[in-house]
């Protein structure tokens, strides 16, 4: 086992490279599948969640060249399975997209019921109406979910509810449909986008990404393709939050700014000083922090991934905060972990009030979940003494190099393996 052990009282200052997108890459390594050919993805996060998805793609045959540490060259000519691996299928959430790319290519796929993080109740059926609709059929037997259609006809899909999986396991499933399929009320996040970018490399015919309506044209053939990931604008507000909430001045590179806006609101109203460059954002703060009103909802709504940073930064703002979370059912399970900081957080089913303390203090840890345990790691570099985070798997399930990125801005973290526990009883 692992742990962060970090000592806070420094204000973050310097600068810092955001990786590529995380939720983009987990999308696009999947849709190499279509590609049928060679790909170089580039600018690849270096994280679990990669690591997992590349173990993945191996598993069903694909070839696979690391080029660097971020570059990786993808041949999916010929593939020798349609079913991931329930092991590595339940250690992400996204593996949910080997179903769509799968389905499109070969007729049929297997994978296990998604893992991933524990934010409530994670529903896939929007993802299995798009699959529907288009002509396929779907059991799941002992954990794993399967998929088949002996051809996929374009077809009109309104998603009942905005998501961001099933608008990217729509655009896969469709991308070589006979005829073209309207998809609507779709998610518009960055990372939709960036998937249909890579997908119309790659010869697709998707139009309409990052609006409410995408439509795709059934393509004949498809080819590999050079691309190159996003930014992750989470991982950019994550460091955004950490420069504000520690008092520092950081200047955060290789992000788009665009995609960050409904954060540097956010965190002007709070009294923080953004700057905007081409492409990265510098963010300084040294007056006190005001306290905010918070909703999550689809982009270009305030991002949920971003609510626990945002809300560790306002546990020692000057009044009273409002937090309320409009995607996830179970995304407050840091609060107990800020409460045993001394924060005042009361959380009440979707809602958390948070009254500004004057200092967090330092305490043992616990990461729950991906941004939670980021946010904690916030939470600890703004105390004045050492706190200990476990857990932290989690973490480095989508944050490349966390700890040499915060240490070169001055952050005292490190990663410590913890003693195996100690057997009580002999192994026989
Ligand atoms: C993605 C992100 C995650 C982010 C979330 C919302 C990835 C790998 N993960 O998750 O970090 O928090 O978007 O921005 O990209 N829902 C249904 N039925 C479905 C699908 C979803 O009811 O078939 C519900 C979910 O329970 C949730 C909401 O829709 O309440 C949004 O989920 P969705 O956008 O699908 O999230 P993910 O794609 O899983």
Redesign the pocket.
Known sequence: MEKFVIKGGKPLTGEVTISGA??AA??ILPATILAAGKCVIENLPDISDVAASLKILKALGAQIRMIDRNTYEIDTSMLVSTEVPAELSRKM??SYYFLGALLSRSGKAQVAMPG??N???????????AFSALGATDSVDYGMISVRAHKLTGAHIFF???????T?NGMLSAVMAEGQTVLENC?K?P?VVDLANFLNMCGADIRGAGTDVIKVRGAQQMHGCTYSIIPDQ?EAGSYMVAAAATGGDVLIKNVTPKHLEPITVKLQRAGAKVEEFDDAVRVSRVGELQPLKINTM??PGF???MQPLMSVMLTVAKGTSTITEG???NRFRYADELAKMGANIQVDGQVAVIEGVAKLQPAPLHASD??AGAALVVAALMTNGTSEITEIQHIERGYENIVAKLQALGADITRVETEPAIALTPAL
Request: charged share 25%; hydrophobic share 35%.
């Open positions: 995380k939720n987990v999308a959430r996204a991933g993080c934010l409530g109740p994670r529903p896939i059926d929007q993802h299995l109406k009942d509810k905005v998501s961001v999986g099933a990217m998610a996040e990372h989470i689809p982009h991002p949920t991934d995607i996830w059912d991906l941004r």
